[in-house]
């Protein structure tokens, strides 16, 4: 799971070359990013790896931001970006690595993939109404994730599974309320965000007593620096260059591409084994999130409508 919190600004579109690159970009790193997870876990605690990954990623977007003239967040601002970064990071991406220390990264990256559900339950609470045709995507969405809890290797791990509920349901919270709040540029607010949340799993690692046994494996150091290099920084990079260039539901197609991309990675380069009842499942929650998507981007925008 990866830290945004931003809004998107309209922008000439570009050529066709420049935005598939860059949404091979977001689909590949992103998608790949559960597995290097995995890998990164056997040398790293999962919250030492988030602290390590997420204070390295930050430090270097802030430095090369500043160096390029970007101003910096305001007192206020890194209050905020404090408080949102429990939420974006901690409870998101802490818990993702939390869970894969139980589970494959293949049902991790499934059960993530029903964030915009609950994206779109926290936008109903707030004042926004969804249509019929998103109220079949969010039934059609849940039931998946019902039907994934009740059968998969989720249902024999109850850490893997609390975290795994608890892990979108705070990177949709935090999605959801960023809009209300007063932000700095989107790089500044992501290295903000990654350099604050750091702190929260630093704490998270010091009270769960988490050590290093012995010095990591050069292959878990390397899926660290991968996480920090492709996951958080070129991923990132590319997905904030969509939101600026296409159309949202073009960039934010990595919700459901992510997913069977992950399941692939885990299959071909870890040996992952997945039933029917998980693929069943993780195609139904991905239907119901593709009914969302193309219903809210062909429904008419109120002027203070809240995005999910």
Request: proline share 7%; net charge positive.
């Amino acid at each position: 799971m990866n830290t945004l919190s931003i809004t998107p600004t309209a922008r000439a579109v570009p050529g066709p070359l420049a935005v598939a690159t860059a949404l091979a970009t977001v689909y590949v790193l992103w998608g790949s990013t559960y597995l290097a997870i995995r890998f990164a876990l056997p040398g790293y605690p999962p919250f030492l790896l988030g602290a390590i990954r997420m204070f390295l990623a930050g430090a270097l977007m802030y430095l090369v931001l500043r160096r390029r003239g970007a101003k910096p967040p305001s007192a206020k601002q890194w209050r905020t970006l404090a408080v949102l970064s429990i939420f974006m990071v901690l409870l998101s991406n802490g818990l993702v690595n939390l869970a894969e220390t139980q589970v494959s990264s293949g049902i991790a990256a499934i059960a993530v993939a029903s964030m915009p559900l609950f994206a779109g339950v926290f936008a109903m609470l707030r004042g926004r109404h969804p249509s019929p045709i998103e109220w079949l995507g969010l039934v059609l969405g849940f039931s998946g994730v019902v039907w994934l809890n009740a059968g998969s290797a989720l249902s024999g791990s109850t850490l893997g599974l609390v975290c795994l509920v608890i892990a979108p349901l705070a990177w949709a919270w935090g999605s959801v309320w960023s809009r209300e709040l007063d932000l700095p540029e989107p790089f500044m607010a992501a290295s903000g965000q990654m350099l604050m949340g750091s702190g929260w799993m630093l704490a998270a690692a010091l009270v769960t007593g988490e050590r290093f046994s012995a010095v990591p494996s050069l292959g878990s150091t390397a899926a660290m620096l991968y996480l920090v290099v492709a996951g958080s920084i070129f991923g990132f990079t590319a997905y904030i260059w969509l939101l600026h260039h296409v159309r949202p539901a073009l960039a934010t197609s990595y919700a459901y591409v992510n997913p069977p991309l992950a399941v692939l990675f885990g299959a071909l380069l870890a040996g992952e084994h997945f039933t029917t009842h998980d693929l069943g499942a993780m195609a139904v929650i991905l239907a119901g999130v593709v009914i969302i998507t193309i219903a809210r981007a062909r429904a008419p925008k109120p002027v203070a409508e809240p995005v999910a």
